[in-house]
């Protein structure tokens, strides 16, 4: 048996997935496009496909993104199409925020609703991607003037699962500071957890406490054992977090801005006068909102509250202005900013941070959170997209205001945030917990009747 996985946008997320399944699953063909002009990529990656996958009499399924048409693909290779198809979504056109609306856009919404009809089992990274595009079908497809297709929901539906992005988180424990051993033995488990797999809903959907006094919360919360699991690999801590910081002296100035050695702020300075460290670890577009996160920064320097800030994440053709203005309000308060290429260096400023923040107004699943939380970050996110999907509501906000506050209280008693541990579930989105259902479904002959 043969997988054929296709990528028509191999970049971020995209291509963390299929890297990770070409890796692990046997006799898998990958072929992508680069992650550029994304636009162009949902239009015409079909026919390049078409003409520059060869012919094989050993595919039994094609796994693709939503980024490709597929319905056109099936149509110019024939033999393509008989093979079981499988449609993985990132995210979805259909409830995807634009900036300007245009009749052209409907196109890309169109095309995947045509790939799902084409394809033979639709997987989508997060409950809330598959719902909002499911029931957002019937409205979209009102934007038709006239003589429009009916009962595509029901059509679709029965095709489609959740199977979260399976997320490889690696060993990072020689980049952790001594404040986080206990976070780190919780999140070792994870590494040989290959149980049954997780619901598809999370108990996070459930009403919980108010978040808004979550420093009282966090200075309760602390369990008896905290301080000798702490104590436990407390010295092989500190030996690897000064080798962290040996290695890492030339490596963190190669990519993007970088003003400090986050290890430089970390050893050697008591948790109380150590600044909060925030990280905003996103793609560098509108669509994550980051004037709004730009904006609370500025009003915590208006207010006279210390912190540091690091900016990570990549960027595209137009970045928003507010990126080159807010580096130089935020001068000295700058720890890195630009994105890092090597997976190292990015997790070991995840590491050396705080808090993690989200402003995004899209988002289906997020994987740049989960990996800060992974390596002990406070994550705080909008109470609304996917994240009640994955976070406590402890770590949700509904307003920038609320956000702002949380993070006033953060930069007053940064050392109570750092003695936190994370309340939720990290398990149900990693690779142990994951394999065995990309496995399944990769494994699966096509249909007797094709």
């Given at each position: 048996?043969?997988?054929?996985?296709?990528?028509?946008?191999?970049?971020?997320?995209?291509?963390?997935?299929?890297?990770?399944?070409?890796?692990?699953?046997?006799?898998?063909?990958?072929?992508?496009?680069?992650?550029?002009?994304?636009?162009?990529?949902?239009?015409?990656?079909?026919?390049?496909?078409?003409?520059?996958?060869?012919?094989?009499?050993?595919?039994?399924?094609?796994?693709?993104?939503?980024?490709?048409?597929?319905?056109?693909?099936?149509?110019?290779?024939?033999?393509?199409?008989?093979?079981?198809?499988?449609?993985?979504?990132?995210?979805?056109?259909?409830?995807?925020?634009?900036?300007?609306?245009?009749?052209?856009?409907?196109?890309?919404?169109?095309?995947?609703?045509?790939?799902?009809?084409?394809?033979?089992?639709?997987?989508?990274?997060?409950?809330?991607?598959?719902?909002?595009?499911?029931?957002?079908?019937?409205?979209?497809?009102?934007?038709?003037?006239?003589?429009?297709?009916?009962?595509?929901?029901?059509?679709?539906?029965?095709?489609?699962?959740?199977?979260?992005?399976?997320?490889?988180?690696?060993?990072?424990?020689?980049?952790?500071?001594?404040?986080?051993?206990?976070?780190?033995?919780?999140?070792?488990?994870?590494?040989?957890?290959?149980?049954?797999?997780?619901?598809?809903?999370?108990?996070?959907?459930?009403?919980?406490?108010?978040?808004?006094?979550?420093?009282?919360g966090v200075e309760s919360e602390s369990a008896p054992g905290d301080a000798a699991q702490e104590h436990l690999g407390s010295s092989l801590m500190q030996e690897s977090s000064l080798k962290a910081c040996n290695s890492s002296d030339n490596s963190s100035s190669r990519h993007g801005d970088s003003k400090q050695?986050?290890?430089?702020?970390?050893?050697?300075?008591?948790?109380?006068?150590?600044?909060?460290?925030?990280?905003?670890?996103?793609?560098?577009?509108?669509?994550?909102?980051?004037?709004?996160?730009?904006?609370?920064?500025?009003?915590?320097?208006?207010?006279?509250?210390?912190?540091?800030?690091?900016?990570?994440?990549?960027?595209?053709?137009?970045?928003?202005?507010?990126?080159?203005?807010?580096?130089?309000?935020?001068?000295?308060?700058?720890?890195?900013?630009?994105?890092?290429?090597?997976?190292?260096?990015?997790?070991?400023?995840?590491?050396?941070?705080?808090?993690?923040?989200?402003?995004?107004?899209?988002?289906?699943?997020?994987?740049?959170?989960?990996?800060?939380?992974?390596?002990?970050?406070?994550?705080?996110?909008?109470?609304?997209?996917?994240?009640?999907?994955?976070?406590?509501?402890?770590?949700?906000?509904?307003?920038?205001?609320q956000l702002s506050k949380r993070l006033q209280n953060f930069c007053k008693r940064p050392d109570i945030i750092r003695k936190h541990l994370y309340k939720g579930e990290m398990t149900p989105f990693s690779w142990a917990a994951l394999h065995g259902k990309f496995r399944s479904l990769l494994t699966t002959e096509?249909?007797?009747?094709?």
């Open positions: 048996m043969s997988i054929l996985i296709i990528e028509a946008f191999y970049g971020g997320s995209h291509k963390q997935l299929v890297d990770l399944l070409q890796e692990e699953l046997e006799d898998c063909a990958l072929y992508t496009l680069p992650a550029k002009k994304w636009h162009w990529r949902a239009r015409t990656s079909a026919l390049y496909f078409s003409q520059n996958i060869p012919g094989s009499e050993r595919y039994r399924i094609l796994f693709a993104s939503s980024v490709l048409n597929l319905t056109e693909l099936a149509a110019l290779r024939p033999d393509l199409g008989k093979l079981k198809k499988i449609l993985y979504f990132h995210e979805n056109q259909l409830v995807y925020p634009v900036k300007k609306c245009q009749e052209r856009d409907f196109q890309y919404g169109y095309n995947q609703i045509l790939s799902c009809l084409v394809a033979d089992v639709v997987v989508f990274n997060s409950l809330f991607n598959m719902e909002s595009f499911l029931t957002s079908i019937g409205k979209f497809m009102k934007l038709i003037p006239d003589h429009r297709p009916k009962d595509l929901e029901s059509i679709i539906r029965p095709k489609c699962q959740v199977i979260y992005f399976p997320i490889r988180f690696p060993d990072v424990s020689r980049f952790m500071p001594k404040h986080k051993a206990a976070h780190l033995q919780k999140m070792l488990s994870l590494k040989g957890n290959i149980g049954a797999t997780p619901p598809v809903t999370l108990p996070f959907q459930q009403q919980q406490g108010s978040s808004e006094n979550v420093l009282d050695n986050p290890c430089d702020i970390v050893s050697g300075v008591g948790d109380q006068q150590r600044p909060l460290h925030i990280v905003w670890p996103h793609r560098w577009e509108h669509d994550k909102d980051p004037e709004s996160f730009f904006k609370v920064l500025m009003h915590l320097k208006d207010l006279g509250l210390d912190f540091h800030v690091s900016v990570l994440g990549e960027t595209f053709t137009d970045v928003p202005d507010i990126f080159s203005e807010s580096r130089e309000a935020l001068g000295s308060s700058v720890l890195h900013w630009g994105y890092l290429p090597s997976r190292d260096d990015y997790f070991h400023v995840l590491c050396t941070a705080d808090v993690v923040i989200s402003t995004a107004k899209h988002e289906f699943f997020g994987v740049a959170m989960l990996e800060a939380v992974y390596c002990g970050c406070y994550p705080l996110c909008p109470k609304d997209l996917v994240y009640p999907e994955i976070f406590p509501a402890e770590y949700l906000y509904s307003t920038p205001e096509p249909r007797e009747d094709l």
